[in-house]
Structure formats: structure tokens, C-alpha cells
């Protein structure tokens, strides 16, 4: 019985070897891509569930304020994700993101925790924090990806909710900064 030849680049094919390598690196990183993009879509849609959580248990009028719009931008970016699949060709699929659900995990733990008020504010900010964080990384990569994919719209789409993650992360910031912090620490002395 005949061996199949193996994928070894032989001297002398060299160029077209890394021509087929180019191609291969070019779908493992569509695939890649995909796959990112089934992570942030279940992440998006458990958030939709997550944020009211925390207005519920936010006391701070600029972070309930701050919570409600992005809590809208993230029903929005939930269809944006599903933009992004249609351009591509492909059916929105989710795929449960272990990340994110050890994330909102973590922020339900810190509401259990704590009373109604600045402390709780400030823990709610936090969580909220590592949650735009994490989302930040994913939209750069995915954004990132769909560059060298050539994927112009879903490049343009995932730039778009990139930037309303940032803004999003700053606002908390700047709540933090302003108020609440600073009424926690208040608050915690005796
Ligand atoms: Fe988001």
C-alpha cells in the first residue's frame, strides 16, 4: 500500500508552499475570527440580562443614567454582532463565553454583599469596569482581525461598537472619579 505524501515543503517548491501556508493561516484565522465573534455574541446577549441587575442595585443617579444607555447600546450591539455574521455570510451563533459568565458571576457576588449606597456603587462600578475591559480586548481583536481579513463592513461595525465600549469604560471612570468613590470612602469611615 502506497503512503500518502506528507505536507512537507520540499526545497525547490518552497514558494508555493508558503503560498498554500498563507492561504491555510488566512482560514484558521477566519475561523478564529468566527469564533471570537460567537463568544462576544453570547457575552453581549447574557449582558442585556446583567445590566438591569445593576441598575436595580445602583443608588448613584449618574450611574444608573450611565448603566440604562449602555444597557441600550448593548441591545444595539447585539444586533451589530449579528451584522457582522450576516456580512460574512454566516448564521448568528453564540457560544457560551466562560469569561464573561465568571465576570457577571463575580458582580452578582459583589451586590449580594453589599447594602444599597456609595460602597455598593463603587463595587457595581468595578465589575461593570472589568466587564468593558474584557469587551474592549475582544472588539480590538476582532476589529484587528477583520483588517487583515479584508472584512471591510464587519471591520467598520466592530469599530463602531469598540469605541462605544471605550466611552462606556471612561464614563464609569469618570463617575467613579467624581462621586461615588469618594462617598465610599466617606461612607466607610466611623
Ligand atoms: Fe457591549
Known sequence: MEKKSKKTTASGS???????????????????????LKDIYWAEKALTKAIPKMIKNATSEELIEALQNHLEE?????????????????KAVAKKC???????????????DCEPGAMCDAGIISAAQKVEHYEIASYGTLHKFAETLELT??????????????????????????????????????
Open 74 to 90: 448593548t441591545r444595539e450591539q447585539v444586533s451589530r454582532v449579528e451584522q457582522v455574521f450576516e456580512s460574512i455570510g454566516k
Open 14 to 36: 518552497k514558494n508555493s508552499g508558503s503560498a498554500q501556508n498563507a492561504g491555510m493561516e488566512t482560514s484558521q484565522l477566519m475561523k478564529l475570527f468566527e469564533d471570537e
Open 153 to 190: 463592513d464587519a471591520a467598520e461595525l466592530l469599530a463602531q461598537t469598540l469605541e462605544e465600549e471605550k466611552n462606556a469604560d471612561e464614563k464609569l471612570t469618570e463617575i467613579a472619579v467624581a462621586t461615588v468613590n469618594i462617598e465610599a470612602a466617606e461612607e466607610s469611615e466611623v
Open 98 to 112: 466562560e469569561a464573561m459568565e465568571g465576570l457577571m458571576k463575580e458582580a452578582e457576588g459583589i451586590m449580594e
